[in-house]
């Protein structure tokens, strides 16, 4: 499934690894499933065509095993990977309903790097965009009239994990999605985790809010390589935006600042954000359109060992 990125001249995910366990004679005392998961994931990369397997893909129906798949990811030496300094675009599209969307979208990926889309969806491919050529990593979220939506980060190089997490909506209960990826750096022996996440919105309080947000926190603290957790956050309270602020304050994120400050807002609160590790931000700036009804975010990111 493509957001018209040009990944299917470059395939990003095939073959996808799905994990899938097995349990043969039954053991007096059997191993947890998270030591499985961890075995089958090394038995996979040890092997000899471990280089045809990656990129190591954890579905949502097996989240529980993406630490294991990121430990593993953070070990493999690539010689290339993402420039020392890189452009990001964090976008909410909606749906992409209007029509010159497409196009609009296309002249922002052509100075991009690396970007975070939320609700994303299947468009039409057209040559501007599939001139891009950039890597994808989707995960569905919400399906309306047969036509699915979720979060999408694309890039200039391939990732070597990606996990898909899912959220539920209280009221509505529909999933929001969170697309977990890692990438090797160029010249470096680290590895960048991004978290692009389209935040649960309609509750009254905020456990589920919260609940989403310590899944993606959980994987970030065993990162020690740089980080860029973002997207749509929904942060039109108080207590979200409280809530948010104490997690990365817990994970050392820095917020990325915008001046002037177009993002979209709800009760006077911006909606969207990034926030950086071991990241040095070099600019940042919001842009206005027609196009959606949120604006997009571009920012310009180094390597602190750049």
Request: hydrophobic share 40%.
């Amino acid at each position: 499934m493509s957001w018209s990125s040009g990944a299917l001249n470059k395939p990003p995910e095939s073959p996808e690894m799905s994990l899938k366990l097995s349990m043969g004679a039954r053991l007096a005392r059997p191993p947890s499933i998270s030591n499985i998961a961890t075995a089958m994931l090394i038995c996979w990369v040890s092997c000899g065509q471990a280089a045809e397997e990656w990129p190591l893909v954890i579905t949502a129906d097996r989240s529980a095993e993406c630490a294991q798949a990121l430990s593993l990811g953070r070990q493999q030496t690539r010689a290339d990977g993402l420039a020392a300094t890189f452009s990001l675009l964090n976008w909410n599209v909606e749906k992409a309903q209007h029509p010159d969307l497409v196009v609009e979208f296309a002249a922002f990926a052509e100075r991009s790097d690396l970007i975070f889309l939320q609700e994303a969806v299947p468009l039409k491919k057209t040559a501007t965009v599939i001139e891009q050529s950039l890597y994808e990593a989707f995960v569905r979220g919400y399906v309306q009239n047969e036509i699915d939506t979720g979060v999408l980060t694309l890039a200039r190089i391939p990732h070597l994990v990606h996990c898909q997490l899912l959220a539920s909506e209280p009221w509505l209960r529909t999933p929001k999605a969170t697309s977990v990826t890692l990438y090797p750096l160029a010249g470096s022996n680290s590895s960048l985790l991004t978290i692009n996440l389209h935040a649960v919105n309609f509750s009254f309080g905020i456990k589920a809010y919260r609940a989403q947000l310590n899944a993606a926190a959980d994987l970030i603290r065993a990162h020690e390589g740089p980080v860029i957790f973002g997207g749509d956050l929904n942060t039109w309270s108080d207590r979200r935006q409280a809530t948010l602020n104490a997690l990365t304050d817990d994970l050392g994120l820095t917020p990325v600042p915008f001046s002037p400050d177009h993002r979209t807002s709800r009760f006077g609160r911006p909606l969207d954000h990034l926030y950086v590790r071991g990241l040095s931000l070099q600019s940042s700036k919001t842009v206005q359109v027609d196009t959606s009804d949120h604006n997009p975010l571009i920012v310009t990111l180094q390597g602190q060992d750049a």
